[in-house]
């Protein structure tokens, strides 16, 4: 069974731009949850997504967004880029609910310059 | 919201040794507490969870133990290997609600 999979691997933006993040959640997963990690930190919680409605939000600006498609798979949109937007963006799938194990995908390295 | 804090920040053992991370949890309702693996550059990956039914769960070298009065919950690494080597993160979920993830641990094991 594929895992959940997110593309690009890296992408390189400059300051003011917007970025495009795209993950595939396991098949049969109906909630796609969205982190930020910058460098040597946390994971901080962006959004979540399930069976195509946002469910709850992090303490994130509105310039991230996102959504979630009828197959599932999900979308994360960063605009305006800042430099400190720069960091590891993990996407994670689970069965159903919030108490049901998430699984991780390996994340898009975003470098803002 | 729930306030998850995860200690130490970084440990370090020998080969062969035992490793224990500790974390604390704020809200009472919590009811699922994963714990995840991410190797450099990669990817959390779930080693193993507790629900708030059960208070110790074991799997090979790994455990976790939970104490639901005292609101936390730790793992418990055995005869450690250098492939242990990792960052180490709790979480803490109850329905309706996102994960709260503990800040780290840096796990170094040294042969």
């Known amino acids: 069974e594929a895992g959940v999979t997110q593309s690009p691997t890296h992408l390189i933006k400059t300051r003011g731009q917007q970025a495009t993040l795209r993950c595939s959640p396991i098949?049969?997963?109906?909630?796609v949850y969205w982190y930020q990690q910058a460098l040597g930190l946390g994971l901080q919680f962006l959004l979540w997504?399930?069976?195509?409605?946002?469910?709850n939000r992090g303490n994130f600006p509105p310039r991230f967004s996102g959504r979630q498609f009828p197959n599932y798979s999900s979308e994360l949109n960063v605009n305006a880029l800042e430099l400190e937007d720069s960091a590891l963006y993990l996407c994670?799938?689970?069965?159903?609910?919030?108490?049901?194990?998430?699984?991780f995908g390996p994340g898009t390295r975003l470098t803002v310059l | 919201g729930e306030n998850v804090e995860q200690h130490p920040s970084t440990l370090s053992v020998q080969e062969g040794d035992s490793a224990v991370i500790k974390c604390t949890y704020s809200?009472?309702?919590?009811?699922?507490f994963p714990w995840y693996k991410q190797e450099l550059g990669k990817g959390p990956q779930l080693i193993i969870d507790?629900?708030?039914?059960?208070g110790e769960k074991k799997d090979q070298r790994i455990a976790v133990t939970l104490n639901k009065t005292a609101k936390h919950f730790s793992l418990h690494i055995t005869e450690t290997q250098p492939e242990d080597s990792a960052v180490y993160f709790c979480?803490?979920?109850?329905?309706?609600?996102?994960?709260?993830f503990g800040t780290g641990t840096s796990l170094t094991v040294i042969p």
């Open positions: 994670a799938s689970s069965w159903k609910t919030s108490t049901d194990t998430q699984y």
């Open positions: 098949s049969g997963h109906t909630s």
């Open positions: 997504y399930d069976e195509g409605e946002e469910r």
């Open positions: 809200d009472s309702a919590s009811n699922y």
């Open positions: 507790i629900r708030s039914n059960v």
């Open positions: 979480a803490a979920s109850k329905s309706g609600n996102q994960f709260y």
